[in-house]
């Protein structure tokens, strides 16, 4: 079974995040950037597929050159190889530029199965597993906590609002992988030793068959126009005295300041 990954580098969730002004992106100094959580469920669910039922994984990544560490650790985990699409023309934030970058990339490769993160944790888009299927023409089901591979179809699962949706799918499709789908392994120091043997092929627009015209932010459906960060929280208040003294004083200023109720 061939299996697809695709995945992104992002800041990790313990650095300190900065923006200066009038810029349309994070600083980068001294952030220290991780494969994207949501993805590693990936990785990991295509291992164990892997494992069982036998094939290989291909990790896929859109992004900047440091965005190569990244794959060398998807690759330590175990993925057999990786493609990074490393140009200046195919970088941006926009979803319908990046999913069509991949889209261009995955019609070039045999699959029958791409797994993704439900999202990225810095933008939080949602979007690219689901854009990606549809300009595909395959079946997506997203937010998958659950999947098991049967002759030729797939069945996930996937919480809703009291209880668990099952959807079945013809293969190849696309899932978009949730918390809870499985545990994401270390990469051993054996698996990191193999990473640096393993094939990481950087591609360039045009091997793609994509005009500069059409990704990246000259393709982008949408654009940042400035980043700020949100203010600072104001100082909370404490109300002293008797409970029920103290209960009305509080109604007053939910009522008179905070204007909820």
Not at 4 to 23: A, C, H, N, S
Not at 62 to 80: F, H, I, N, P, V
Not at 98 to 113: E, G, H, N, R, V
Not at 131 to 160: C, N, Q
Request: proline fraction near 5%; aromatic fraction near 4%; include cysteine.
């Amino acid at each position: 079974m061939k299996i697809i990954v695709l995945m992104k580098q992002v800041p990790d969730t313990e650095t300190k995040i900065q923006v200066k002004p009038g810029e349309t992106a994070i600083s980068t100094d001294g952030v220290t950037f991780v494969i994207n959580p949501y993805d590693e469920f990936a990785i990991e669910e295509a291992l164990r597929i892997k494992e069982a039922k036998g094939g290989d994984v291909t990790l896929i990544t859109l992004g900047w050159d440091k965005a190569a560490e990244a794959l060398r650790t998807g690759l330590a985990m175990g993925a057999d190889k990786a493609v990074h699409l490393n140009d200046p023309a195919f970088l941006t934030n926009d979803a319908h530029s990046i999913a069509l970058a991949l889209s261009k990339t995955l019609k070039k490769l045999q699959y029958d199965l791409i797994l993704c993160g439900k999202q990225a944790i810095d933008y939080d888009n949602h979007q690219i597993g689901v854009r990606v299927a549809e300009m595909l023409g395959i079946p997506h089901v997203a937010v998958v906590t659950k999947l098991v591979l049967e002759d030729g179809k797939a069945v996930a699962h996937r919480e809703i609002e009291g209880g668990t949706e099952v959807v079945e799918t013809p293969l190849p499709a696309i899932i978009t992988c949730q918390k809870g789908l499985n545990e994401p392994r270390y990469a051993s120091l054996k698996g990191i030793m193999q990473a640096k043997k393993k094939p990481l092929e950087a591609k360039k627009v045009a091997d793609v068959d994509a005009s500069p015209g059409e990704v990246g932010q000259a393709g982008a459906k949408t654009v940042v126009l400035t980043l700020t960060m949100p203010p600072d929280r104001a100082a909370g208040k404490v109300v002293e005295g008797e409970p029920e003294d103290a209960a009305r004083q509080v109604v007053k200023l939910l009522r008179e300041e905070a204007k909820v109720i």
